[in-house]
């Protein structure tokens, strides 16, 4: 719940799959929440900045966007309650998750720390394998039958701080006839301290391949998670994105601001 109120920034890299393929697209965004999920300002494409006449647009949507927030018409309403499903869909699963696995401790390992430049620390390892006896609750959670992992805990603060799990077999939607993830996929999922007693994602990594329905897809990312700060609810958040917005507008030129 915590990251419903921080806002963050995320670079995106996305790539072709293969052993170190160049990147096809890079975008950084600025995102923040908006009270029934979350709204992405652009930063950077491909290493170039946005120009401060677009932030500035995107300021103002964002503004915009969190007076809806605060004062809800219809559809924010609508879109509240399938927040609140999918909420609730997700908490189920995490929920879930501890009954999927046989856990097996598996000792203590040095890891590099990624908060931190040039140090480390230790960390307690799991296996993670599917449970054969567990009997999936919903359509996602069937995904942990397909699933072996490794969770490495940080056992001073009781949080993960790196997941690292391989797809070992085909997972597949409405009998394989709606779609299919192919066995072979990885991925990868880190956490930090982002604020006292608060851990969140520092970094995910995806590389699976698919089909949706005749047509085949592949997800070959790498997601970096920076600059968390706690702006709270709409209600605070708006008045920090409002005076970044003021602040912008006032250091353009006139002549800029009244040109058509």
Same mark, same amino acid.
């Given at each position: 719940?915590?990251?419903?109120?921080?806002?963050?920034?995320?670079?995106?890299?996305?790539? !072709?799959?293969?052993?170190?393929? /160049?990147?096809?697209?890079?975008?950084?965004?600025?995102?923040?929440?908006?009270?029934?999920?979350?709204?992405?300002?652009?930063?950077?494409?491909?290493?170039?900045?946005?120009?401060?006449?677009?932030?500035?647009?995107?300021?103002?949507?964002?503004?915009?966007?969190? =007076?809806?927030?605060?004062?809800?018409?219809?559809?924010?309403?609508?879109?509240?309650?399938?927040?609140? !499903?999918?909420?609730?869909?997700?908490?189920?699963?995490? $929920?879930?998750?501890?009954? /999927?696995?046989?856990? !097996?401790?598996?000792?203590?390992?040095?890891?590099? $720390?990624?908060?931190?430049?040039?140090?480390?620390?230790?960390? /307690?390892? +799991?296996?993670? =394998?599917?449970?054969?006896?567990? !009997?999936?609750?919903?359509?996602?959670?069937? %995904?942990?039958?397909?699933?072996? /992992?490794?969770?490495?805990? $940080?056992?001073?603060?009781?949080?993960?701080?790196?997941?690292?799990? $391989?797809?070992?077999?085909?997972?597949?939607?409405?009998?394989?006839?709606?779609?299919? +993830?192919?066995?072979?996929?990885?991925?990868?999922?880190?956490?930090?301290?982002?604020?006292?007693?608060?851990?969140?994602?520092?970094?995910?990594?995806? =590389?699976? =391949?698919?089909?949706?329905?005749?047509?085949?897809?592949?997800?070959?990312?790498?997601?970096?998670?920076?600059?968390?700060?706690? %702006?709270?609810?709409?209600?605070?958040?708006?008045?920090?994105?409002?005076?970044?917005?003021?602040?912008?507008?006032?250091?353009?030129?006139?002549?800029?601001?009244?040109?058509?």
């Amino acid at each position: 719940r915590a990251i419903e109120e921080f806002e963050r920034v995320e670079r995106v890299i996305t790539r !072709k799959p293969g052993a170190n393929p /160049a990147a096809l697209t890079d975008r950084t965004d600025r995102v923040l929440p908006s009270g029934t999920g979350t709204m992405k300002l652009p930063l950077a494409e491909n290493g170039v900045p946005v120009s401060p006449e677009l932030y500035r647009h995107w300021l103002q949507i964002a503004v915009t966007a969190l =007076d809806i927030a605060i004062h809800p018409n219809e559809r924010y309403n609508q879109d509240m309650v399938k927040f609140q !499903k999918r909420r609730r869909e997700r908490s189920e699963l995490v $929920d879930s998750a501890p009954k /999927a696995f046989r856990m !097996k401790w598996a000792g203590r390992e040095t890891r590099h $720390d990624p908060g931190t430049p040039h140090s480390t620390r230790t960390l /307690a390892k +799991i296996l993670l =394998d599917p449970d054969p006896g567990y !009997k999936p609750t919903s359509r996602f959670a069937a %995904v942990f039958e397909h699933v072996h /992992a490794t969770l490495w805990v $940080d056992e001073t603060q009781a949080q993960f701080a790196r997941l690292e799990g $391989d797809i070992t077999s085909d997972i597949s939607f409405g009998a394989g006839i709606a779609g299919k +993830i192919y066995r072979g996929g990885h991925f990868v999922m880190e956490q930090s301290e982002v604020a006292p007693g608060v851990w969140l994602p520092t970094l995910y990594t995806y =590389d699976v =391949d698919g089909r949706k329905f005749l047509f085949g897809f592949g997800v070959h990312e790498r997601t970096e998670i920076t600059r968390y700060r706690r %702006v709270g609810p709409p209600s605070q958040s708006i008045e920090i994105v409002r005076a970044e917005l003021n602040n912008l507008s006032a250091e353009t030129p006139a002549r800029e601001r009244s040109h058509p």
